[in-house]
T-cell receptor, first 113, second 112 residues
């Protein structure tokens, strides 16, 4: 049972455009929602994270939008750059159960010139 | 401060062989995790530990065993490797539940 569903599977965006990746979760006990960025041959690295007490969090060009009632959250990358080309994973965890992360299936983002 | 390190980086095994993957962290973290990453499936939790001497099963524990004899190390063992265990294995650690998990660089395992 996939508890975190991520879309799209792949995304091509022109330089300067907005990249949007969506995730939906099922478990209402989740209380921590991070996004990880992964480059080929590397481990995932935290990009930005949100807790359900806020509806939006912005860090530079990266914004998480969170809709608790719809059980959905999304990553927006503004002014996308070629260096943003990577695979992005959404995840969710319940900090009351050892903070085990449940990951989405990933989105491969390609930013073209 | 090396963070989370994993050895080996790459290994080829024959079906039925055994091996141990080592994860080490120098951040004095309590929690450690082993994930596997397969194409189109994201990362899935194999086993985890909430402190020295403790281990627990994750989502896909079959065929794997773990040990956490020292706080800084978390070992993942394959007793009898199978082709279905061909994957990239990531270790992660966490200081407190208010933080995020830090991942190692991964071990690529090919089972023939």
């Amino acid at each position: 049972q996939q508890q975190v569903k991520q879309s799209p599977q792949s995304l091509i965006v022109q330089k300067g455009g907005i990249s949007i990746i969506n995730c939906a979760y099922e478990n209402t006990a989740f209380d921590y929602f991070p996004w990880y960025q992964q480059f080929p041959g590397k481990g995932p690295a935290l990009l930005i994270a949100i807790r359900p007490d806020v509806s939006e969090k912005k860090e530079g060009r990266f914004t998480i939008s969170f809709n608790k009632s719809a059980k959905q959250f999304s990553l927006h990358i503004m002014d996308s750059q070629p260096g943003d080309s990577a695979t992005y994973f959404c995840a969710a965890s319940n900090t009351g159960t050892a903070s085990k992360l449940t990951f989405g299936t990933g989105t491969r983002l390609q930013v073209t010139l | 401060n090396a963070g989370v390190t994993q050895t080996p980086k790459f290994r080829v095994l024959k079906t039925g062989q055994s091996m141990t993957l080592l994860c080490a962290q120098d951040m004095n973290h309590e929690y450690m995790y082993w994930y596997r990453q397969d194409p189109g499936m994201g990362l899935r939790l194999i086993h985890y530990s909430v402190g020295e001497g403790t281990t627990a099963k994750g989502e896909v524990p079959d065929g794997y065993n773990v040990s956490r004899l020292k706080k800084q190390n978390f070992l993942l063992g394959l007793e009898s490797a199978a082709p279905s265990q061909t994957s990239v294995y990531f270790c992660a650690s966490l200081g407190t539940i208010q933080e995020t998990q830090y991942f190692g660089p991964g071990t690529r395992l090919l089972v023939l």
